[in-house]
């Protein structure tokens, strides 16, 4: 696919729910950790997809409010994940102009953790892709915060705008197309405000496998659809 592709049809926001990393590994009679592993090459590889075809910004849920209830040795294994991914990323991001932001509630990390996030953060803040990483990230939490804020303040004549000004991804585009692998139907508390019109796109292939060629089939299949916003 080519760079003017997706722009064409003025995808600006692609959002992926990376499922099926558990699956994969069992599949393949390997640890759950195998499985995680895996899942972030293809996270890599599909986010460097989306910057060579031109889709200015990527979203990923990586760890959702609900994914503390796990054994305490998986979630310490996402972690580090994470933590190794954040250390080894930064020249890659520079070159490719990519900014790192975090949505999601980060005051439960860990210190190292945090200053990691910051630092990246602050590294890449004037590039102008962006890569949205959902951490500790839960919709309806996203939402109850907002609301929070929006009480603090006084404001009682709510809008629209005023809760979208007031969560994790104000200011930018909500999603046009959002990807779940690995055959589960459901938007599992992910963007529930911004993704309202967004297109939905479920298939079959576990994350791990997740390919170039399977995001350009999302990519084909969304513009086959014909957005109406509720209009005719
Ligand atoms: C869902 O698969 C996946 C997760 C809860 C973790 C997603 C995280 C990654 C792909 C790694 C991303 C890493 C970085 C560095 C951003 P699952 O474990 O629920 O799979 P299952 O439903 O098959 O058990």
């Known amino acids: 696919m080519s760079k003017t592709d997706s722009g064409e049809k003025g995808i600006q926001h692609i959002a992926f729910i990376m499922d099926g990393n558990g699956r994969w590994a069992k599949a393949r009679g390997l640890t759950r950790d195998a499985g995680h592993r895996a899942g972030v090459e293809a996270f890599r590889r599909v986010v460097s997809h ?3 075809i031109g889709i200015p910004i990527v979203t990923v849920y990586a760890f959702s409010t609900e994914n503390w209830k796990r054994p305490a040795r998986e979630v310490s294994l ?9 250390e080894s990323c930064g020249d890659d991001m520079m070159a490719h102009g990519v900014r790192f932001r975090v949505i999601g509630d980060k005051t439960p990390f860990k210190r190292e953790l945090r200053e990691s996030i910051d630092k990246l953060e602050r590294l890449t803040e004037n590039n102008t892709r962006l890569l949205n990483v959902a951490l500790n990230y839960g919709g309806r939490d996203e939402l109850v915060h907002a609301f929070n804020r929006l009480a603090e303040k006084g404001i009682t004549n709510i809008k629209e705008e005023d809760i979208s000004r007031e969560l994790y991804t104000a200011g930018i585009p909500d999603p046009d197309l959002i990807v779940r692998s690995s055959g589960e139907l459901r938007l599992s508390n992910f963007l529930i405000w911004q993704g309202a019109y967004s297109e939905l796109y479920f298939t079959d292939t576990l994350w791990p496998d997740m390919t170039s060629e399977d995001v350009d089939l999302a990519i084909l299949e969304y513009k086959n659809r014909h957005r109406r916003y509720g209009g005719l």
């Open 50 to 52: 989306c910057g060579d």
């Open 78 to 86: 996402l972690m580090n994940l994470l933590s190794n991914y954040l």
